[in-house]
Every structure is written in structure tokens, then in C-alpha cells.
């Protein structure tokens, strides 16, 4: 009876395909769909005992400095106990045991899973990159000029040049218009100056 | 007037209604593009919203909220992708479905069975609201502790694979709060000398970086010219008879389990599309359809993750503690209008809360009604390209930001914000805890350091309610780590049968 169940099952599973291909969805766009399935899963992030280590390390670094800021806060009234030190001392305490809890468990434990996460590529930390050294710029240039419009024309242009944007609609007509646009919602009809 | 009819009124403002329109469609498109979450947009559009008036804003923002849990589902089902989190289970039956060339069918059901999940989760307000308001006024410092306490532990143990990045994510939002001025003694901590730290960072400007500018700089990192195809071919879109019947149970489950898991503070619609999915399964006749185009796991699945807006409403209106990740946004946005979310809020504005109900209502209604008659033109949406995407969310981040305070510092917090909210998804560590830390950190600070005063330590012995949430705390992250070690255990034993077979 084992032994006939499972081509039955393969025989129903067959006659469900083609009445699920029956109902509208052609042969070739399922192989297309399940080709997309594979190349997703493909993409997805490694779990890593470098980084998670990296990690704890770190932490435990910028939870110590946090303790020792905390500890250096001044106060203009000395009470000592519950003063404005001890909530901060507290958080940054129980912060770095649990960084050099984080530190151990990668030494000792697998790496956690990196569900959802893609990996990484040569081209996402360039547009990474250059789309931070743009937001200093650009912040820099609206501070020095006190003008709106013309550095955030610049920096969309910029923008859509970096992530392969060409042409009149990606380098002219969408940085203006999306400019002009945010102007005329937040300058004119909710009166933030800009 | 009675408040009830007050704040149903107040809605017939054309201004009222055309920030609902605005609200529902910005919610639909940001649902139903993957990678923008609905948490993103009510943070993004907070800033737009500061200069109305609390119901033109809330009408905006919660319109978002609706509009995003019926736009998720559309790439959940046609390309196996969920818009938001909230659709994660939608995918395990919806896209199935469309592969088998059922997918009008689906998005018909699956926007039927969200709709019904965010209107009984509204009676459950109507209902359940004003009761738990009234016992909250009893609280004092030692039960608010002890309920900001219940909420991080909750969100620590929902949102994080480790226990330990979501504790540590936790205590830096509660540090992150600490920067600023003392809440009791207005000593300057963490400020630099800096005058956009002295009075503690903008919330605003923390949450659109950690969920807006976070997001796009992750996109940008891992963005490969795979393209995602949706399934062409829609099928019929109408449910037979026979099949109404079936979903009927499903429904039921659905809509109890999001209600609950909506009212537990911070969880949100994915965690309980998961866990309606799953308890469906376990009470149905056919459990092994489900996963492979169960219309049943469908159903299921949508109501149980909308069912939670109610719940999420009710415990953000009632106790002032975030009910999910939107309304921890919407929560800021409401301290700025000088609105206190708690139970205050029923006794001191009850035609707003009227409001806010009638909002969710015609909101969810109209979502509706477009869910059933676009779709096919929301699908499209699918094909923008990401460089424009990023490009606009940058500027709409950074306009969006600089309105909140008018001064370009605030702009500065808001992108080193996205920068460490990208290295924190990258490395495991959740926003969620954070936001939640930030948004409750004065609260927790200023309420244990009077408790400790008045009474010491003791205290959260000898006052029953501090006592029971702090038990809720405690149950909640011991039953998680119980669990997580069990499953890592029948992970590992059945990693060792696989090596020895």
C-alpha cells in the first residue's frame, strides 16, 4: 500500500497542475515565476561569526565610554544616590554585561540567521558612498547659500546620476518638478519657510 | 451636542475629508510597494501634519495606516513579496494561489477579509476603550513603570531573532532619551554643548531616519537588477458561494486572535498573521491545503494581521503605550499636538476619540471599496523605478525632517539616525526597541526615580498592579527565550539525525 500511495499522490498532484493551468496561468509564466523564486533565494544574507563578533566587540567598546559618560555628567546640586547620573550609569551598566554576554555567545553559539536581509554588492557601497558624501554637501550648501531650491535641484540631479538615472526625465524634468513640488506643499500651502 | 456626535461631525469637514482621500491613497500606494513600510510613511507624513489641526492630522495619518494594510497584500499575493511586514502570512496561501491563476480571487478575498478584521477590531474598541481608560487613571509612578516595562519587554521579545540585539536595541532607545535635560533636576546630559541636543532629540527626526533613510540606504546597498515579475494572469475575481461558507471559520479565528495579539502592547499585524495563519490551521478540516492555496489560510491570515488596528488603538489610546511600531509615531506626533494619549484623553477630548473611531471606519471602508476596483492599476506601481524611489524619499526625509523644527541641525539628526538604523539592520539589531525607548524613556526614568523616593524597591511588591505587569513582563520574556532555546534544541537534534542518517 506504501509503495502505490506515493505515485498516487504524484498522479493528483499532476492532474492539480494542469487544472490550476487550466484555470489561466500559462506553463511558461510559472517557470518564469519559480526561475524569479530560485534567483530571490539566491540573494539572500549569510549569517556570519565575524561580523556577529565585530559586533560585540564594538559594543562593548561604546557601552564602556557610555558608562564613562555617564559617571562624568555634571550636576549643579550634588545629592548623590537618584541623581541625574544613575539612570544613564544604570542603562550603560547593564548594556556592556550584556555586549560581553553578545561577545561570548559568538564565540561559543552558530551565528544568528540573517532572515530578510540580501547581500551586499560593489555597486550598492558606491551608490551607499556617494549618496552620504551628497547629504553632507548638500546640507553644507543649503546652510552656507540659505537657499533652498537650488542646492536640492543639484542634489536630485546628483542623485539620479549616481543610481544610473540618464537622460531629459531622470536628470531634468524629475529634479525640478519633484523640487518645485515639496516647494509649492511645504513653502506655499503649509507656510514652512524654506 | 454628545461627544459621540461631536466628533462623528467634525469629519464632515471638506478638509477632514480630503485628508482621509490623501491618506488613503498615499496608504495604499506605500502598501503596496515593498520596502516602504507603513511605519515609514505615517513618520514621514507627521511632519507634513504638524501644522493642521489634531483631527486634519489624525484623519491623515491613520487614513495611511488603514490604506497600507489593504495595499500590502497586492505584492504579497502577485509577486510573493509583502508590501509591509503585516502581509508576511498572506504570502503563504496568496501567492500560491495566483500561481495556481486564482490571484483576482485572492486580492477579492484577502481585501474582504482585512476589512472585516479592521471593523470588528473596532467594536472591540468602541467597547473595551473607555473601561480600560478608567482603570488607568488609578495608576501612580510605580504602574507606569511597570507598563513601560510590559511594553519594551513585549516588543523586545516579538521583534528580534536574538533576545539579546533586541534587549540591547531596548537600552539604547532608554539612553538615546536620556540626552537632553534631566526630567526632574534639568541638568544637561549628553549635550555637547550643543544647542539641538539640550532639549532632547526630535523624535521625529529620529524615527524617519531609523525607519525612512535606514531603509533607503539598505535598498541602495543590496539593490541587484533581478526584477520581480508579478503573475500576470488574474483569473476569475468573485467567490462562489460554497467558497464564501468555507471562509467563515477561518474569519472567526482570525479576527479573535488579531484583536488579542493587537492589544498586547507593540505587537503588531505580522506577528499575528503568523499566529492566526497557524491556530487556523490546527482547528481546520483541511489543514493540509494550507500553505499551498488554502483560501482559508488566506482569510485567516488578513484578518488576524488587520484585526490588530483596533487592539493597537485601544491600548495607545487608552494606556498611552504604542500598540505597534505606527502608532509609537503617531503616539510622537500627538505629544506635539499636546494631546496625552492615556486615559486622560477620554475624560479631556472623548469627541476626539469619536473621531479617531470614525476615522478608521470610513477609512477602512473606502480602502475597501478602491482594494476591489483599482487593483489592477496599483499593480503597475510595481514597475517604478528605485532610483526615483530613493531619490524622493531622500528629499521628502530631509523637507519632511527640517519642518518639524525649522532649523537645518534637526536634518543632521535625522540622516545620522539613518545611518546608524542601517548599520543596526544590517547587524540584527531592531528598530522597534528603539523607537519604543525613545518615545518611553522620560516616562520610565522620571516615574522609577519618584517611585524609588516615595517608597523604594519594595513598592513593586506591595502594589498589585506595578506587581502583575511586571509578572506580564517577566512571563512574556521567559516564555520567549523558553521557546527560542527549545526550538534551537530541535534544531540542533535534528541537525544531528540528518548527519547521522
Not at chain 2, 8 to 14: F, G, I
Not at chain 2, 36 to 56: D, E, K, Y
Not at chain 2, 220 to 247: C, D, I
Not at chain 2, 482 to 489: D, E, N, Q, T
Amino acid at each position: 500500500m506504501n509503495a502505490v500511495e506515493p505515485s498516487r499522490r504524484l498522479a493528483s498532484e499532476e492532474q492539480a497542475g494542469s487544472k490550476a493551468l487550466a484555470e489561466g496561468i500559462s506553463a511558461d509564466e510559472l517557470a518564469l515565476v519559480e526561475e524569479m523564486e530560485r534567483e530571490v533565494a539566491a540573494l539572500q544574507a549569510k549569517p556570519s561569526r565575524k561580523l556577529e563578533r565585530g559586533i560585540g566587540i564594538t559594543l562593548t567598546v561604546l557601552s564602556a565610554a557610555g558608562l564613562i559618560g555617564s559617571r562624568a555628567i555634571t550636576v549643579r546640586t550634588e545629592t548623590g544616590g537618584i541623581d541625574p547620573r544613575w539612570w544613564p550609569t544604570v542603562i550603560c551598566s547593564v548594556t556592556l554585561a550584556l555586549s560581553l554576554m553578545l561577545v561570548v555567545v559568538s564565540l561559543t553559539k552558530p551565528p544568528f540567521e540573517r532572515e530578510g536581509l540580501e547581500v551586499t554588492n560593489h555597486d550598492g557601497w558606491r551608490r551607499l558612498m556617494w549618496t552620504i558624501v551628497l547629504s553632507v554637501l548638500y546640507i553644507v550648501a543649503w546652510t552656507v547659500s540659505e537657499n533652498f531650491v537650488v542646492p536640492s535641484v543639484v542634489l536630485l540631479v546628483a542623485m539620479m546620476w549616481v543610481n544610473d538615472g540618464r537622460g531629459l526625465k531622470a536628470l531634468v524634468f524629475y529634479p525640478i518638478g519633484t523640487v518645485m513640488g515639496v516647494y509649492l506643499l511645504f513653502h506655499t500651502v503649509l507656510r514652512i519657510p524654506l | 451636542m454628545s461627544p459621540i456626535v461631536e466628533g462623528l461631525t467634525a469629519l464632515l469637514d471638506p478638509t477632514v475629508i480630503f485628508g482621509m482621500a490623501l491618506g488613503i491613497g498615499l496608504g495604499m500606494l506605500v502598501g503596496t510597494f515593498p520596502g516602504i513600510t507603513a511605519t515609514m510613511a505615517v513618520a514621514l507624513a507627521s511632519s507634513f501634519t504638524l501644522t493642521l489641526t489634531p483631527v486634519q492630522g489624525l484623519a491623515v495619518l491613520l487614513s495611511i495606516y488603514t490604506g497600507a494594510n489593504f495595499g500590502d497584500r497586492i505584492p504579497a499575493i502577485l509577486v510573493n513579496t509583502p508590501g509591509t511586514p503585516a502581509a508576511i502570512a498572506t504570502t503563504f496561501d496568496g501567492y500560491p494561489l495566483a500561481k495556481q491563476g486564482k490571484a483576482g480571487l485572492a486580492l477579492v478575498t484577502s481585501g474582504f477579509a482585512a476589512a472585516i478584521g479592521i471593523l470588528v477590531s473596532m467594536v472591540v474598541f468602541s467597547v473595551a476603550a473607555v473601561p480600560i481608560a478608567s482603570f488607568a487613571l488609578q495608576f501612580g509612578p510605580y504602574e507606569f513603570f511597570a507598563l513601560v516595562v510590559l511594553g519594551l519587554t513585549v516588543m523586545i521579545s516579538i521583534s528580534s531573532q536574538s533576545l539579546l540585539k533586541g534587549v540591547i536595541a531596548g537600552l539604547f532607545g532608554l539612553f538615546l532619551a536620556t540626552v537632553g535635560r534631566d526630567p526632574i533636576t534639568a541638568d544637561p546630559r549628553f549635550t555637547f554643548g550643543f544647542d539641538v541636543l539640550s532639549d532632547k532629540l526630535d523624535f521625529i527626526a529620529v524615527v524617519i531616519g531609523l525607519f525612512g533613510i535606514a531603509e533607503v540606504l539598505d535598498q541602495m546597498l543590496s539593490h541587484n537588477k533581478l526584477r520581480l515579475k508579478p503573475v500576470a494572469s488574474l483569473g476569475r475575481w468573485w467567490p462562489k458561494k460554497q467558497e464564501y461558507k468555507t471562509m467563515r471559520k477561518p474569519l472567526i479565528i482570525g479576527s479573535v486572535v488579531g484583536t488579542i495579539v493587537g492589544i498586547v502592547p507593540a505587537a503588531g499585524g505580522d506577528i499575528a498573521g503568523l499566529i492566526g495563519w497557524d491556530r487556523a490551521k490546527a482547528l481546520s478540516k483541511h489543514p493540509e491545503e494550507y500553505g499551498k492555496g488554502s483560501f482559508e489560510g488566506l482569510v485567516a491570515a488578513d484578518s488576524a494581521s488587520t484585526s490588530t488596528l483596533g487592539g493597537a488603538l485601544t491600548t495607545t489610546m487608552a494606556l498611552g503605550i504604542p500598540g505597534d511600531s505606527v502608532m509609537a509615531v503617531m503616539l510622537g506626533s500627538m505629544l506635539i499636538w499636546g494631546l496625552q494619549p492615556g486615559p486622560q484623553l477620554f475624560a479631556d477630548h472623548p469627541a476626539l476619540v469619536a473621531s479617531i473611531a470614525g476615522i478608521m471606519v470610513v477609512s477602512t471602508l473606502v480602502s475597501l471599496g478602491l482594494n476591489l476596483f483599482r487593483i489592477r492599476g496599483l499593480v503597475k506601481i510595481l514597475d517604478l523605478p528605485r532610483n526615483y524611489l530613493w531619490a524622493s524619499i531622500l528629499i521628502l526625509c530631509v523637507v519632511g525632517t527640517y519642518a518639524t523644527t525649522t532649523d537645518i541641525n534637526t536634518v543632521v539628526v535625522m540622516l545620522c539616525a539613518g545611518a546608524v538604523g542601517v548599520v543596526m539592520k544590517r547587524t540584527g539589531f531592531p528598530a522597534g526597541p528603539v523607537v519604543l525607548g525613545l518615545l518611553l524613556g522620560h516616562l520610565a526614568e522620571s516615574n522609577l526615580r519618584r517611585a524609588l523616593v516615595i517608597d523604594g524597591a519594595a513598592g513593586f511588591l506591595t502594589n498589585p498592579i506595578a506587581a502583575i505587569l511586571l509578572a506580564f513582563a517577566v512571563l512574556a520574556f521567559g516564555g520567549t527565550l523558553f521557546g527560542r532555546i527549545r526550538a534551537g534544541r530541535k534544531e540542533a537534534a535534528r541537525r544531528d539525525a540528518t548527519l547521522v542518517v
